[in-house]
């Protein structure tokens, strides 16, 4: 398992900041408001255009021109005596100036025939406030002469026919214009509505092809160029994070590659190691089958440098597994509570005579006790080995000193591996826990045993599944610290 990466990918900004600029919200609202107004005010324009156009045909003179015989009229209707009811020869004179005549007596139709009289007149008539002598008016075109003597109110009226058809005339002509301002207005709307909606769908959707693009080339491999959108709205955070993710891909891919040429270089290196001790192993004992080793004596020092070799293999090979079974999740803790200088003093005093033969001289003196921690044994167990390991083959020391320190800091209890080798050149002190990482590419080491480049790995892997830390300096050589959250004492 990787150790935490620095290029993660950061936690996405705040979908609802869009730095001052306008969201997409907004932007439909807006634009629903502007099509709204700007239909208006066509609807107010053409309405004012078509109105006007038809003004001149509402304008008609005939409308508002008394009749040219209205005065003769009013002399006939002064000088008619109403006493004598002469209706009939009234009206024979009033029809040689294309006038009718309607005569009104208590609301009450007297001439012509009450069935020859439309409504309007007869209420026009009699609710009209005639005076004595005659007067002149004229409504759509229709002039009308009247007077009232007595109880009648005699009307001479010109152009009944025109001035209806001056109604219907001009009630068609609204009607048109009405029917022009609703196709006119219905047609700018429409227009209107597709500039702005083809407008906000070009706005919303050029972020959307720019992620689009942006997946197709992530999908063909290009991990290098970022989507590119300069407007500030809930997509701008949308495309930031997914640059972020590209750049956090891409990184990946290299750390990916990184990690192959690790494990091509780790199975060469491997490969190399199980050579070595497999060709010893295969030599002894043909040596044996031969006959090359007569004596017992001679016998028993092939069988011993076989096992060794044997031995070698097999540790590799465990080192492989526990590696394997690290990155797969399948290595549980089983923790409990146990002083760690204890532990530590535990290790060596087991180990010693092992140490020994190694030509290592371990110090415990300052590994204290009293420092209790949350631990799996055998897991530290193998965390103190690989450490001690580790200085071993690669400290290039005469004669090596190793010491073991157990201490407290606040809230963590520390435990210090430190050598008296050559240490490490500071610009790999960062690579010492990378899986596969091996500095020592002569592979020439104080005891003939290559290195895997995984001992150091789980070493941390096993610190961090306890919640801890691990680093690395020089001081006078080589010194690993290891910190572990201090528990409590039972």
């Known amino acids: 398992m990787d150790e935490a990466s620095p290029n993660a990918i950061p936690a996405a900004v705040n979908r609802n900041d869009t730095g001052g600029g306008m969201n997409i919200k907004n932007k439909i609202l807006l634009s629903s408001f502007l099509m709204m107004l700007l239909s208006l005010i066509a609807l107010l324009v053409v309405g004012g255009f078509v109105i006007r156009s038809f003004a001149s045909a509402f ?89 009232r003597e007595g109880d009648y109110t005699i009307a001479a009226i010109h152009g ?80 930031s994070t997914f640059n972020q993710m590209q750049t956090y891909l891409l990184e990946e891919r290299k750390r990916n590659a990184s990690f192959e040429k690790a494990r091509t270089d780790m199975i060469a290196g491997i490969s190399h190691d199980l050579r070595t001790p497999l060709t010893s192993v295969k030599g002894y004992i043909k040596g044996l089958r031969d006959g090359v080793a007569s004596t017992p004596e001679k016998q028993e020092q092939y069988l011993s440098i076989a096992y060794n070799k044997a031995s070698e293999m097999d540790a590799l090979l465990q080192k492989l597994f526990y590696f394997s079974k690290l990155e797969t999740g399948n290595l549980p803790l089983v923790l409990n509570n146990d002083d760690l200088g204890q532990f530590v003093r535990k290790y060596v005093a087991q180990n010693q005579a092992e140490l020994s033969q190694r030509k290592a001289t371990v ?60 240490g490490v050149p500071e610009e790999q002190l960062a690579n010492l826990f990378v899986q596969f990482w091996r500095g020592d590419e002569s592979r020439g080491n104080r005891d003939g045993g290559g290195g895997s480049g995984l001992g150091l790995n789980i070493v941390k892997h096993i610190v961090e599944a306890h919640g801890g830390t691990v680093s690395a300096r020089n001081e006078n050589g080589l010194v690993v610290d290891v910190a572990l959250p201090a528990g409590k004492e039972g």
Do not use: C
């Not at 009013?74 to 109403?82: I, K, T, V």
């Open 160 to 239: 009944k026919q025109a001035g209806v058809a001056n109604i219907h005339r001009n009630i068609e002509l609204i009607l048109k214009s009405f029917i022009i301002i609703g196709i006119a207005a219905m047609a700018i709307i429409l227009l209107i509505s597709q500039v702005f909606t083809n407008w906000l769908i070009k706005r919303i959707m050029r972020p959307i092809n720019a992620l689009t693009a942006g997946a197709n080339r992530i999908v063909q491999g290009n991990l290098s160029e970022p989507v590119i959108y300069k407007g500030k709205d809930e997509l701008t955070a949308v495309i």
């Open 59 to 147: 304008a008609d003179d005939s409308v508002n021109i008394v009749n040219k015989n209205a005065f003769a009229v009013e002399d006939q209707l002064a000088s008619f005596n109403a006493a004598g009811e002469g209706w009939e020869s009234l009206d024979d004179i009033l029809s040689q100036y294309r006038y009718e005549l309607f005569v009104i007596r208590n609301n009450e139709v007297v001439f012509p025939k009450s069935d020859q009289v439309p409504k309007e007149i007869t209420n026009f008539l009699s609710t009209g406030n005639w005076m004595e002598e005659p007067r002149t008016i004229n409504i759509a075109g229709i002039t009308i002469v009247g007077t």
């Open 363 to 422: 110090n415990v003196d300052r590994a204290e006790l009293g420092h209790v921690v949350s631990m799996d044994t055998e897991q530290m167990n193998r965390v103190l080995t690989n450490l001690i390991d580790n200085s071993i083959k690669y400290a290039r020391a005469e004669t090596l000193n190793l010491n073991l320190y157990v201490w407290r800091d606040k809230e963590n209890v520390h435990l210090s591996v430190s050598d008296n080798g050559q």
